[in-house]
Nanobody, 123 residues
Framework: QVQLEESGGGLVQAGGSLRLSCAVS????????VGWFRQAPGKEREFVAA????????DYADSVKGRFTISGDNAKSTVYLQMNSLKPEDTAVYYCVACVSVSFCRRALFDSWGQGTQVTVSS
C-alpha cells in the first residue's frame, strides 16, 4: 500500500504563504491520485485539492480555488500544496491522501492517508 508523510505546516500570518509537502512511497498502481484534506476542531473533514499521478488533472475546493495550487514532482515522489493568501479560516490539520481517482479523493474514498501537519493562520 501507499505510505504518505506530510510536512511543511506551521504558523503564518494572514496573507502569508506556506508550502506543504507529501512524500509518497510504496505501491501506487491502484492509488494514482493524491489529494489533500483538512480538518479543524469541531468541524467536518473538508476536501482541499487533488491531482492525478500524471499531473494532467487537478481539482480544488471552491474555498481555496485561486489561492492554493497542487502539483507533483514524480522524480521526487512528492506532491505539494502551495497555499497563498492564507486566511484564519484555513487553520486546520492538513492530511495527504491517496485515492484511485480524483473523484474518489473528493468523495473521501481513501486507500492511504498520512498523519497530518498543522497549519495555523493568525489574524
Amino acid at each position: 500500500q501507499v505510505q504518505l508523510e506530510e510536512s511543511g505546516g506551521g504558523l503564518v500570518q494572514a496573507g502569508g504563504s506556506l508550502r506543504l509537502s507529501c512524500a509518497v512511497s510504496g505501491r501506487t498502481a491502484s492509488s494514482d491520485t493524491v489529494g489533500w484534506f483538512r480538518q479543524a476542531p469541531g468541524k467536518e473533514r473538508e476536501f482541499v485539492a487533488a491531482i492525478t499521478g500524471s499531473g494532467g488533472s487537478t481539482d480544488y475546493a471552491d474555498s481555496v480555488k485561486g489561492r492554493f495550487t497542487i502539483s507533483g514532482d514524480n522524480a521526487k515522489s512528492t506532491v505539494y500544496l502551495q497555499m497563498n493568501s492564507l486566511k484564519p479560516e484555513d487553520t486546520a490539520v492538513y492530511y495527504c491522501v491517496a485515492c484511485v481517482s480524483v473523484s474518489f479523493c473528493r468523495r473521501a474514498l481513501f486507500d492511504s492517508w498520512g498523519q497530518g501537519t498543522q497549519v495555523t493562520v493568525s489574524s
